[in-house]
T-cell receptor
Framework: SQQGEEDPQALSIQEGENATMNCSYK?????LQWYRQNSGRGLVHLIL?????REKHSGRLRVTLDTSKKSSSLLITASRAADTASYFC????????????FGQGTRLTINP | DAGVIQSPRHEVTEMGQEVTLRCKPI?????LFWYRQTMMRGLELLIY????????DSGMPEDRFSAKMPNASFSTLKIQPSEPRDSAVYFC???FGQGSRQKLFFGSGTQLSVL
């Protein structure tokens, strides 16, 4: 079963706007990761946030983690056409083995 | 570094045929994962290896699926016999150290179509 669920499933915004995607999960985790997938390509790691962290930044990306609500958000500021892709959150399980479980993803479209 | 290399990039086969997907992980990485991606089920973890040893194959759908890692630089995923419902994109990924605490590096995937 899926551990992470992204919301919304699809998001379409204008270039220059900010994009926010959310991820909710079910059980306690060690860390949460965000990945990007361009059409027809493999996934690319964006950022990892550990369970004892609340916020992390990487360039135009900002990730937050709220373990009490079992949720995370990915914010992309000043979006560009090249940001058009699917974005996935991935979680592990504190009691589980060393593996990541991916959500269904958010399809982000940046309109020029 | 060349990254994770998968072959073939595309595979079209007929139902009942054997299919072998190949993966070369990044040199030095000690974890290797096989994922399957479909529109209906998203990304599913099929199996993963640590230091060439299969650790968890609970995601392998049926006995028709098998995976091997004979050495640190090569892994195969075999489907025998293949069925139309096996059509999907199969990804191989590798990481270094402590499994889920490290980022995964994905290959470009193999698009499998079973007719």
């Amino acid at each position: 079963s899926q551990q992470g669920e992204e919301d919304p499933q699809a998001l379409s915004i204008q270039e220059g706007e900010n994009a926010t995607m959310n991820c909710s999960y079910k059980t306690s985790i060690n860390n949460l990761q965000w990945y990007r997938q361009n059409s027809g390509r493999g996934l690319v790691h964006l950022i990892l946030i550990r369970s004892n962290e609340r916020e992390k930044h990487s360039g135009r990306l900002r990730v937050t983690l709220d373990t009490s609500k079992k949720s995370s958000s990915l914010l992309i500021t000043a979006s560009r056409a090249a940001d058009t892709a699917s974005y996935f959150c991935a979680t592990d399980l504190i009691q589980g083995a060393q593996k990541l479980v991916f959500g269904q993803g958010t399809r982000l479209t940046i309109n020029p | 570094d060349a990254g994770v290399i998968q072959s073939p990039r595309h595979e079209v086969t007929e139902m009942g045929q054997e299919v072998t997907l190949r993966c070369k992980p990044i040199s030095g990485h000690d974890y290797l994962f096989w994922y399957r991606q479909t529109m209906m089920r998203g990304l599913e973890l099929l199996i993963y290896f640590n230091n060439n040893v299969p650790i968890d194959d609970s995601g392998m759908p049926e006995d028709r699926f098998s995976a091997k890692m004979p050495n640190a630089s090569f892994s195969t995923l075999k489907i025998q016999p293949s069925e139309p419902r096996d059509s999907a994109v199969y990804f191989c990924a590798s990481s270094f150290g402590q499994g889920s605490r490290q980022k995964l590096f994905f290959g470009s995937g193999t698009q499998l179509s079973v007719l």
